[in-house]
């Protein structure tokens, strides 16, 4: 897909910053990547070039500006029932100074992400396949998009999160209420994602025991 294109997608998730060449075109190899897979792994239900961009890479970048502007480096990020590696990748392409874990439990998935972090030589971005339940290690943010069971994961995701880390949902504003009942404590809101239905960023703030 053409770097341009890309870029003219994703302005309104982004704006005011903007990418570079170099992540338009890693995000384009990532898109073939992903499509190529797609053919034979169910990775998303999505088949459309620039869907892909607006719905996963746009909701990714956008959650991206709201979490990491001003990062810093060796911020520790954990993507929870990570699938095709959103919005953990676009994370890291984001903010390339920060090191993101991505979690899945599924061995075909994990394998495709591993496979997209060595074409798009991607430091400090790695793959755990197992159950979020059987991590112990933490991390100062955790993020969690698009995973089954909703309401029972949760709580795991926030237990994951470091002391004065934050957990980060990319959810329908719907489902903030629910997530409010599980975990109680400080949430805050972003504005709705460009173009979705209601979907927002919902943060919590973890407090020190």
Known sequence: MLRARIADLLEPFLAPATLSDAQLQKI??????????N???????????????????GESFFAARHLLA???????????GSGAG??????????????????????KKA???????????LREATVISARAEQISETADLVTLRAVEKFETILPVAARLVSPNGCLALLVAA???????RIVPGLWT???????????VVAIWQKKPK
Do not use: M
């Not at 001003?70 to 929870?80: I, K, M, Q, S, T």
């Not at 394998?111 to 030589?121: D, H, N, T």
């Open 174 to 180: 719907r489902q903030l209420e629910a997530a409010q």
């Open 39 to 57: 053919a034979r792994t169910n990775l998303t239900s999505i088949r459309d070039e620039e869907e892909i961009v607006t719905r996963h890479f």
């Open 111 to 121: 394998i495709f992400l591993r496979e997209v972090i060595r074409a798009l030589s």
């Open 189 to 199: 809101c972003s504005d709705p994602v460009p173009y979705s239905t209601g979907r």
């Open 86 to 107: 959103f919005p953990g990748l676009p994370l890291r392409l984001y903010a390339p100074q920060i090191a993101v874990t991505l979690i899945e439990s599924h061995n």
């Open 28 to 37: 384009s190899t990532y898109i073939d990547i992903l499509l190529k897979w």
């Open 70 to 80: 001003d990062a810093p480096p060796g911020l520790r990020v954990f993507d929870v």
